[in-house]
């Protein structure tokens, strides 16, 4: 037997505001509120495939850099559209000292969580190169 990850939990001050905004990028829907926070999750609801997110409600969240952060992959567009998407949603541009050649972009979410989106993993197609 083994164990999977059934859920990310991350501290935030406004767990109603990043559920707003991951439900979005991740197309998740509310799964529980409860005073302490918010839980998010795939449509199809707890113990599906994906890990779910439980925003955590807190006051003064370690400023520290995280040991864990979320890397997404656009699922129905190139990585430039899902960029322009993202930053339209309220994500912010991250400078954590990248060259400018990586093949991802290092955003921040609303309360300036750092996140990476990278290339689409959709299959390459027969006649040319994925996104």
Not at 91 to 114: F, M
Request: hydrophobic residues 35%; charged residues 30%; contains cysteine.
């Amino acid at each position: 037997m083994a164990c999977r990850i059934g859920e990310l939990v991350l501290d935030c001050r406004d767990p109603e505001l990043l559920a707003r905004f991951w439900c979005e990028v991740l197309d998740f829907v509310v799964l529980e509120r409860e005073e302490e926070g918010v839980e998010i999750g795939a449509r199809d609801g707890f113990g599906g495939a994906q890990p779910t997110i439980y925003l955590s409600k807190c006051e003064n969240p370690e400023p520290a850099k995280p040991r864990l952060h979320i890397d997404v992959n656009p699922t129905d567009r190139d990585q430039a559209a899902e960029l322009e998407r993202l930053l339209a949603l309220g994500a912010r541009p991250a400078d954590i000292g990248q060259t400018g050649k990586e093949s991802w972009h290092v955003l921040q979410d609303p309360e300036g969580n750092e996140f990476c989106l990278l290339r689409s993993r959709i299959a390459p197609l027969a006649d040319g190169p994925r996104a």
